[in-house]
């Protein structure tokens, strides 16, 4: 089974400072790929980042990067230059990789509030 | 190149009702997953399709129950509704490849009075 736990369920940050957002994970599964999606209040689950368990460089995309350590099982996701724009939900996921299509299993999310 | 795509958007329905929430894939996905986000949680994995055939299920209880059809685009049925369905229900689409991203369409909200 796999579990994730994001500890934080809200958090404030100004406008165009960075923020990191924490996740930690536990698996038995050898290979597993993590992933954060941001959740506006329109519902949608938009996909920002990914990361392999055996990839060996932290993930970036833009203005997100994924602070993975491995021994810790921790994926932080880190927003760089805050904007207004990206207050939302955010949600950090996993599935294994042993099979194809695996299913998602998401942590409770942390919102976050981006201030003027 | 559309998204994935849900209907309707919102849906009202009263206990022991039966309820029909339709999803259809990105462009080029073949395998359709549906998870349910109750308020303030995190979402959860309901069942997957591929090949219109059920892959993978969640613990859900049989009166979910779906369907995929060979255009690839899904049904999610729910038989004998409870107030507890109330939800926002996500479907996401993905190609049957290891580790391939799940890409999610705007849900569908249902409220159960």
């Known amino acids: 089974a796999q579990k994730i736990t994001q500890t934080q369920p809200g958090m404030f940050v100004q406008e165009k400072e960075a923020v990191t957002l924490d996740c930690t994970y536990d698996?038995?599964?050898?290979?597993?790929?993590l992933f954060w999606y941001k959740q506006p209040s329109s519902g949608e689950m938009i996909f920002l980042i990914y990361?392999?368990?055996?990839?060996?460089q932290n993930a970036t995309e833009g203005r997100y990067s994924l602070n993975f350590q491995k021994a810790r099982k921790s994926a932080n996701l880190v927003i760089s230059a805050s904007q207004l724009g990206d207050s939302a939900m955010y949600f950090c996921a996993m599935s294994p990789i042993k099979a194809a299509g695996n299913k998602l299993t998401f942590g409770g999310g942390t919102r976050v509030l981006v201030k003027p | 190149d559309a998204g994935v795509t849900q209907s309707p958007t919102h849906l009202i329905k009263t206990r022991g009702q039966q309820v029909t929430l339709r999803c259809s894939p990105k462009s080029g996905h073949d395998t359709v997953s549906w998870y349910q986000q109750a308020l303030g949680q995190g979402p959860q994995f309901i069942f997957q399709?591929?090949?219109?055939?059920?892959?993978q299920r969640g613990n859900f209880p049989d009166r979910f129950s779906g369907h995929q059809f060979p255009n690839y685009s899904s049904e999610l049925n729910v038989n004998a509704l409870l107030l507890g369905d109330s939800a926002l229900y996500l479907c996401?689409?993905?190609?049957?490849?290891?580790?391939?991203?799940?890409?999610f369409g705007p849900g569908t909200r249902l409220l159960v009075l």
């Open positions: 399709y591929y090949e219109e055939e059920e892959r």
């Open positions: 698996t038995s599964d050898p290979s597993y790929g």
């Open positions: 996401a689409s993905s190609a049957l490849i290891a580790g391939e991203t799940q890409y």
């Open positions: 990361q392999g368990s055996y990839d060996q």
